[in-house]
């Protein structure tokens, strides 16, 4: 396995290739019983199972795949599996016209990116790593929709969605309290203190939904 | 002000026509999100091990986050017991960010839908032919 380039830049070099033939590594994706009894599982198959942390632009590459080098890959096997089997189940559900957001393959923007990417530290690196990486579960975000709306029924387009926003929304909580940290000298892991006055600005500026009736007691 | 508290409750994940949405924070399990949520944190900025009580912190606002959205969402868009996708981009349509990520998203879904599709018709092809 060739590890001696980045995973993104390698996965950037293996787009321009013609997508894969042969089968993935059995290692790669444990025991997918769910997965069609075919031998061949292409990286479109692959790719499926993570539409949120795909690259911009390229369908049916899985950057994480060609190089798995990252500290949560375990975890994020394990994430793939479960996503792809909601996704099988949920295809049927899908009534929106998806088809009308164009995608965005800037081949400029690609350019760019790469040479950023290809300048980073080693820990700069695994921090965007992470951050293209992690996401929540769409299983538990979708247990937990379940719970809140009462019906059954969420369609698979919801539940990424709301992922995507949710984790946005996480993104700005921290930065905002790295912000606030900064602001007052600290240094260090961000502590509860900053997570709730970084909270409290954030809903000053509106971008926290307010509640029609308050809740009395956290 | 105690964190809320759920620590050890089982989760009792179908509250089906449930009116009190305050109810459900209390019976989920606790770190429901946590791994997932302590790489995210790092990824946008933390610790590489995150305190535990900023992440359980975290965790709350987003499910009190996304609890109110949803409600935001089954409020405008449609009494009819689904919450469809126009709902939301409706609501973080001030939020330009969001907004673009998620047709981004969106866009994506269809785009493996069409792949899946493609590598369906193929697969065919070549079990007729062998």
């Known amino acids: 396995m060739n590890q001696s380039k980045d995973p993104f830049e390698a996965a950037y070099e293996e787009q321009e290739e013609s997508p894969p033939d042969s089968p993935l590594a059995p290692d790669d994706l444990d025991g997918r019983p769910s997965s069609p009894p075919s031998a061949a599982a292409p990286a479109s198959q692959d790719a499926a199972t993570a539409p949120d942390d795909d690259e911009t632009g390229t369908a049916g590459v899985n950057p994480s795949d060609p190089s798995p080098s990252a500290p949560a890959s375990a975890s994020a096997k394990i994430k793939r599996n479960s996503k792809e089997e909601d996704e099988d189940e949920e295809e049927e559900n899908v009534e929106v016209e998806l088809a009308k957001f164009p995608s965005s393959a800037d081949p400029n923007k690609m350019a760019k990116m790469q040479t950023i990417l290809s300048q980073f530290t080693e820990d700069q690196m695994s921090r965007y790593e992470s951050f293209r990486r992690s996401a929540l579960q769409k299983a538990t975000m979708k247990r937990l929709l379940v719970s809140i709306t009462g019906s059954q029924k969420i369609s698979m387009p919801v539940t990424i969605v709301v992922c995507g926003i949710a984790k946005m929304f996480v993104g700005e909580l921290i930065e905002t309290a790295r912000s606030v940290m900064t602001e007052r000298n600290e240094s260090g892991p961000i502590r509860p203190c900053h997570i709730r006055e970084s909270y409290r600005r954030l809903k000053l500026e509106g971008k926290v939904p307010k509640r029609s009736v308050p809740r009395l007691f956290r | ?130």
């Open chain 2, 1 to 130: 002000m105690s964190s809320s508290g759920a620590a050890g409750q089982s989760a009792k994940p179908a509250k089906a026509g449930s009116s009190q949405p305050s109810e459900t924070s209390v019976k989920r399990k606790r770190g429901m999100f946590q791994k997932d949520l302590q790489h995210m944190m790092y990824g946008f900025g933390d610790d590489p091990n995150p305190i535990p009580e900023s992440v359980a912190l975290v965790e709350d606002i987003v499910v009190e986050y996304v609890t109110d959205m949803v409600h935001k969402a089954q409020d405008i868009g449609s009494k009819r017991g689904k919450i469809s996708i126009e709902d939301f981009l409706y609501l973080i349509r001030k939020d330009t960010p969001k907004l673009n990520r998620c047709t981004e998203l969106l866009s994506m879904q269809e785009e493996l839908k069409q792949a899946r599709k493609a590598f369906d018709v193929d697969e065919e092809k070549l079990a007729s032919l062998e």
